[in-house]
């Protein structure tokens, strides 16, 4: 008995040290799942991170190297003469690090850079932000069905706030409007102007370097070689940075590198004692010493935060925190040591600030030193012709520029970006300063005016975007404003005095290009309103019936107008003056909206007007000011499927709708009464691309134009006779030839207008009209199918 019990208790425990086992495992492994977890996250953590670096290494490329090629030239333009009092150098410094901190580091880099749009920077980026927060866009061809767009992000705030009474003090006035325009447009032409004076300081004081080896060299030589570089850089744009950006980020951080230790070797070997110019007690002292002299150096001073504007506008499709991580770490540091080292060589060779940086260098690695600083200065030079021409194209898609070619010179990357006509522009001013000026002193000046005026735009325009976008509170809009323009102020009033120096070159340049934009832009907007107020009423329309009073021949015609709704006037003309019209007419309406891109699956908008037997329709293509009309048979393409879906669409649709009108790929359709689609039974219905459209009796799934079928289960069957006899007559008259009809609508002044709009619209609107691309080439269409449509208005 007891060995039979001892047994069966043995025989017990081991059964429970095997269900023991068991629960330890099942205790393990959640243990192993939260493990796992653990695992999982550290490693998506630390991919991130490294993602995170090495953005911030490719910023540093594209980004700063115009702001990290300015220890070229500042201590030289601040100084112009000699130094008489080695306090000067530490207080100059001084002015140096607080402006670097003050500027770049916590306006640009921390604040700034937050308001890009999707990644886009520069000024009409900030503009697009408060177009779509603010009815301040002045084509007024804005309609609810854009602010669907998964692209168009924007905030909404309380009707009391003070957002809103901003908001509606910006919308009261037209003049509120073009002023804010018009400040948009001057630091738009002031970033032209440094994309002409960045390549020409840069690379000048770069091709420097040579003389200081050979100081019996004349001054021609030098300027020889740098418009030869200058010349060699914008005729290699048409083959754009793809191939040769992966080099940027090597050499601005090799730069950057060489720069900070030359400055920690000069500080060590020289004079250590220029480290207590971190100390502002030092700016106060040499505004107190120098006097007037004193104050109209900080025009030199701010050559040290020139390249700034360009960070903000060459920001891309970096993330803030790669551009943070990487001027806190590489590009503040390296800066701060760089001019501390050229400041403590000064204090010991006061004689050698016109050529300080290279002076500077130690001889065993000038010539190494002077091929890498080369480089970097074509490497900001690019920086800054891109940013250029990526703010013309901004121009452009607001109607602020006239018709140029857009050549897309990457396939991965949609910013990447050369225009032709603005590029032999830049380089033949870029040119002209050059060997005009022939010294970095006079130049120097005009970077300067060019700058400050850029930065007190973004200032001013920042401040409603802290408002409207961000809804700051208004201390915080108040203490941002204010510090910003007490320091741009200062820096303003000091390079006035330079103006007669050198500084009126960007003014006479933005002012031409100002007047060309500015004139370009009125001229758009009255043929807009012109077409608004002239646009056929349905009525007429209908009145004319389903043959429109015409012969209706076999084919499709495209009538290309700027509305997005109503009937323009072309056609009317059109009609009255010939005796047929195309069996199927389709009005083309091409509109740029203020955001970076529209997804290609939310591209057009269709609808039809009047009835069926029409055969009219209306199609909207919609695009971002980073977007590119695409110079193929594509465009065209993808206009007839989505014709050809949206037939299908109301086909399906019919058995339960009052409406004659749909669109497609919007979140809601759209009737002329209440802007919405609505059943027999009262319910909203709104139907997209990809979804599933849901009522009380039907559920209807929609696949992309791509899929040739579609499924149709609801017990109200739809009859597909008609749509199969829509597609058909569509086709058949595909099949026949399509014409694309343009209007050239000419503006001209009235006979009693004042003269300076007689100049503006008679002369330089004219001569802008003339030069620029034509629609028709900007569509591909063909010689063959074109049919040009030309009407005269007055204003």
Not at 118 to 136: D, E, M, P, V, W
Not at 181 to 201: K, N, Q, R, S, W
Not at 596 to 621: D, N, Q, W
Request: aromatic content about 12%; proline content about 3%.
């Amino acid at each position: 008995m007891e060995m039979a019990s001892r047994v069966e208790i043995d025989e017990d425990s081991d059964n429970n040290k095997g269900s023991m086992w068991d629960l330890d495992q099942k205790l393990d492994q959640p243990m192993d799942e939260e493990a796992g977890r653990l695992r999982n996250m550290y490693r998506e953590k630390k991919s991130s991170v490294l993602l995170l670096l090495r953005l911030a290494f490719q910023s540093l490329g594209v980004v700063y190297g115009d702001l990290g090629t300015s220890p070229l030239y500042v201590f030289y333009n601040t100084f112009p003469g000699t130094i008489e009092d080695p306090e000067d150098v530490v207080g100059a410094l001084s002015l140096i690090i607080y402006s670097l901190t003050l500027i770049p580091l916590l306006k640009y880099v921390f604040v700034v850079c937050r308001a890009n749009d999707n990644g886009q920077g520069g000024t009409f980026a900030l503009y697009s932000l408060l177009c779509r927060h603010a009815k301040i866009k002045t084509i007024p061809n804005q309609h609810r069905t854009d602010e669907e767009l998964t692209t168009y992000s924007r905030s909404t705030f309380h009707e009391q706030s003070f957002a809103a009474k901003t908001k509606r003090w910006l919308e009261r006035h037209v003049s509120r409007k073009n002023a804010l325009l018009i400040l948009v447009l001057v630091g738009t032409c002031m970033v032209i102007g440094d994309g002409i004076l960045t390549p020409a300081i840069s690379v000048l004081s770069a091709a420097g370097g040579i003389k200081v080896d050979h100081p019996n060299m004349s001054n021609d030589v030098v300027v020889v070689v740098a418009v030869v570089i200058l010349v060699g850089l914008f005729s290699m744009q048409h083959y754009g940075t793809d191939r040769v950006s992966w080099l940027f980020a090597p050499i601005v951080l090799l730069w950057f590198l060489v720069i900070g230790g030359i400055g920690i070797f000069n500080i060590w070997k020289y004079d250590s004692s220029v480290l207590k110019a971190f100390s502002p007690v030092y700016i106060f002292r040499y505004f107190k010493r120098g006097g007037k002299e004193g104050w109209t150096s900080l025009g030199g001073i701010m050559l040290s935060i020139t390249g700034t504007e360009a960070l903000f506008a060459d920001l891309a499709h970096f993330p803030v925190s790669a551009v943070q991580l990487a001027f806190t770490v590489v590009v503040f540091p390296c800066l701060l040591l760089a001019y501390s080292g050229q400041a403590a060589y000064l204090m010991t060779h006061r004689d050698h600030v016109v050529d300080a940086f290279y002076r500077s260098i130690p001889d065993s690695i000038y010539w190494p030193v002077f091929v890498i600083a080369t480089a970097a200065a074509i490497v900001a030079s690019q920086a800054t012709i891109s940013a250029t021409f990526s703010i013309i194209k901004q121009a452009l898609a607001h109607g602020c520029f006239p018709r140029v070619k857009v050549v897309h010179t990457s396939k991965k990357f949609l910013g990447q970006i050369y225009v032709p006509d603005i590029n032999w522009i830049l380089m033949v001013l870029c040119i002209a300063v050059t060997a005009g000026f022939k010294n970095q002193s006079q130049i120097g000046n005009a970077y300067g005016t060019a700058v400050v005026i850029v930065m007190l735009v973004t200032t001013l325009i920042m401040t409603l975007i802290m408002i409207l976008v961000w809804r700051c509170h208004w201390i915080l809009v108040l203490l941002f404003t204010g510090l910003s323009l007490v320091v741009e102020c200062t820096y303003f009033s000091a390079v006035l005095f330079k103006v007669d120096q050198g500084g009126w070159v960007p003014l006479v340049i933005a002012a031409a290009f100002l007047l060309i934009m500015y004139v370009w832009h009125y001229g758009t907007v009255k043929r807009y309103e012109f077409e608004m107020h002239s646009k056929v009423s349905m009525a007429w329309i209908l009145g004319l019936g389903p043959s429109l009073g015409l012969v209706r021949v076999p084919g499709i015609g495209l009538v290309y107008t700027e509305l997005a709704s109503g009937v323009p006037h072309i056609f009317s003309h059109f009609i009255t003056n010939l005796p047929a019209i195309h069996s199927v007419v389709v009005f083309v309406c091409v509109k740029y909206l203020p955001v970076y891109t529209v997804p290609e699956e939310e591209r057009f908008l269709v609808k039809r007007i009047g009835p069926k037997s029409f055969h009219m329709f209306r199609c909207v293509a919609r695009y971002g000011y980073k977007d590119l009309h695409k110079k193929d048979d594509d465009f065209e393409k993808k206009l007839f499927d989505s014709l050809f879906l949206f037939v299908r669409l109301e086909s399906m649709m019919e058995g339960f709708s009052d409406s004659d009108e749909y669109s497609l790929y919007g979140q809601q359709t759209e009737r002329s009464g209440d802007g919405l689609l609505n059943n027999n039974n009262g319910n909203t219905i709104s139907f997209n691309i990809d979804t599933t459209i849901s009522s009380v009796d039907s559920i209807v799934p929609v696949r992309s134009p791509m899929h040739a079928n579609l499924t149709v289960r609801s017990s109200g069957q739809v009859s597909s006779q008609t749509e199969t006899d829509e597609l058909e007559f569509l086709n058949s008259c595909r099949d026949a030839g399509v014409v694309h009809i343009l209007g050239n609508t000419v503006v001209r002044a009235r006979r009693d207008a004042r003269f300076y709009k007689k100049i503006a619209i008679d002369y330089v609107y004219a001569f802008l009209r003339k030069i620029c691309r034509e629609n028709s080439v900007i569509f591909n269409v063909p010689h063959e199918c074109l049919l040009n449509v030309g009407q005269i208005f007055y204003v």
